[in-house]
């Protein structure tokens, strides 16, 4: 009789981006998965069973760029043309409170949570010791980082030079990093808002803590054009001049490559991330080159004011955007085929939160952090094909279990670790206040 923490009994089990299993055991011990074998195969003591009857059991969603400070913003930023974040999100995070940023991680945490999505990487805001401690509680596997840039003219209240700016992330590293699930990642917020100095010190104080670095990278044709303007070269090449480039570093957005701009990604392991929704009004990134070369981004939904913070939602508009511009003109309906939408999910998602094959299988030795999707008669069945029905149907609510580390955060659709009921309520309120209610 083997012990572990928590077995859950019988179920469907999707054991990474390509497999699915049916009838089968899955034993968490320690925090990391202890087997997936055949159910009844083998004889196990525990004190919690989940059933798995009705269930898929699947690796979680990793979010590989999400703004917590932007959360509040939901619903303010569609269509709000042109330059959002000059007219729009810079004023707002400006504005920012401990008490704002408090509801926007309770409700970041809350939404992501019941959307399936266990681990994610904050792109970096202010009064992240906020963010930290709401995240803490709610157990997901979280990296974060404060809003770090230097250029003139910003707001009083967030301007800062680029000792002060790195100094805050130091501060939020020391307190944070380590702590329950979380990571302190450090962060350069784009390119043309940061001085050399800044962007050395930054990279320097990453790699005396071996921690990640990340930006905004190529995001939109005027910043590159900025960046080509002030430097005489494009952005990732000023940042290998920089010495800046590494497998430690993350690249959010990066859609306008240029040929050796993805040689170098190649080249130095940099990890990648796409934001569909949120980047389709701003240019098609060549994932199908990227992948070929080896290099597998992740999906970030770029925070609530881009469309929320469901995942499901970003893969599909992934695949439709990639069909349409690169699968109709090469007659190629498969250029991206539901697996390797689930591989780029898994794989760049465990890149992105620094846990390369430690996350992403429903594997021994991988860490516990999974989703069961309730088989709902009708939603999801009956189906031919399991995983490709996860891929096409299922949706946030269909996520009835999450298990962080081996920590049950919800089942049956009930949350564990946060006040549901309040922070509802208190969201509800800053609506009313607002005059949105």
């Not at 784009?190 to 962007?199: G, I, Q, R």
């Not at 955007?321 to 090469?330: A, D, E, K, R």
């Not at 999910?345 to 992105?352: I, N, R, V």
Request: charged share 25%; hydrophobic share 40%.
């Amino acid at each position: 009789m083997t012990k572990c923490d928590l077995l859950i009994r019988d179920t469907a089990a999707m054991t990474d981006y390509e497999t699915i299993k049916t009838g089968m055991d899955i034993a968490v011990e320690g925090g990391r998965i202890l087997s997936v074998t055949k159910s009844g195969t083998k004889k196990f003591q525990t004190e919690k069973v989940i059933s798995g009857k009705d269930r898929l059991f699947m690796p979680g969603l990793t979010d590989s760029h999400m703004h917590t400070g932007q959360q509040l913003l939901k619903g303010l930023v569609l269509d709000a043309k042109p330059i959002i974040w000059t007219r729009v999100m810079l004023p707002f995070e400006s504005t920012l409170t401990s008490e704002k940023m408090k509801l926007s991680a309770e409700t970041a945490a809350l939404e992501m949570i019941k959307s399936g999505t266990t681990a994610f990487v904050d792109a970096g805001s202010y009064f992240m010791e906020e963010a930290a401690a709401v995240y803490e509680k709610s157990g997901l596997r979280g990296c974060l980082s404060c809003s770090t840039m230097d250029e003139k003219g910003l707001p009083e209240s967030i301007a800062m030079d680029a000792v002060q700016a790195v100094r805050e992330t130091d501060k939020l590293y020391d307190k944070w990093n380590g702590k329950g699930n979380l990571k302190v990642y450090y962060a350069i917020r784009a390119l043309n808002s940061c001085s050399d100095e800044l962007v050395e010190l930054a990279a320097a104080h990453a790699k005396e803590r071996s921690t990640m670095l990340q930006a905004h990278m190529n995001e939109y044709q005027g910043e590159v054009d900025g960046i080509i303007q002030r430097e005489g070269m494009r952005p990732y090449e000023y940042l290998e001049k920089k010495g800046v480039l590494s497998d430690r570093f993350l690249g959010a957005h990066s859609l306008l490559l240029s040929e050796s701009e993805k040689e170098l990604i190649r080249e130095r392991g940099i990890k990648l991330c796409h934001c569909p929704f949120s980047n389709c009004g701003k240019a098609v990134p060549d994932t199908p080159d990227l992948i070929k070369k080896g290099v597998i981004p992740g999906f970030g939904s770029d925070g609530a004011a881009h469309g929320g913070l469901s995942l499901w939602n970003e893969m599909r508009i992934f695949r439709s955007l990639m069909n349409i511009y690169y699968g109709v003109p090469s007659r190629d309906p498969k250029i991206m085929p539901a697996e390797t939408l689930f591989r780029m999910m898994y794989e760049g998602g465990a890149a992105a939160v620094d846990e390369a094959g430690q996350c992403g299988k429903l594997e021994t030795g991988y860490r516990a952090d999974m989703i069961g999707i309730k088989l709902e008669p009708g939603r999801l069945i009956p189906s031919g094909n399991l995983l490709h029905t996860m891929f096409e149907c299922a949706e946030a609510g269909d996520v009835q279990e999450m298990i962080v580390g081996g920590k049950i955060l919800m089942e049956n659709r009930e949350v564990k670790t946060l006040d549901e009921e309040r922070i509802c309520f208190e969201a509800q309120e800053y609506m009313r206040k607002a005059g949105v209610l």
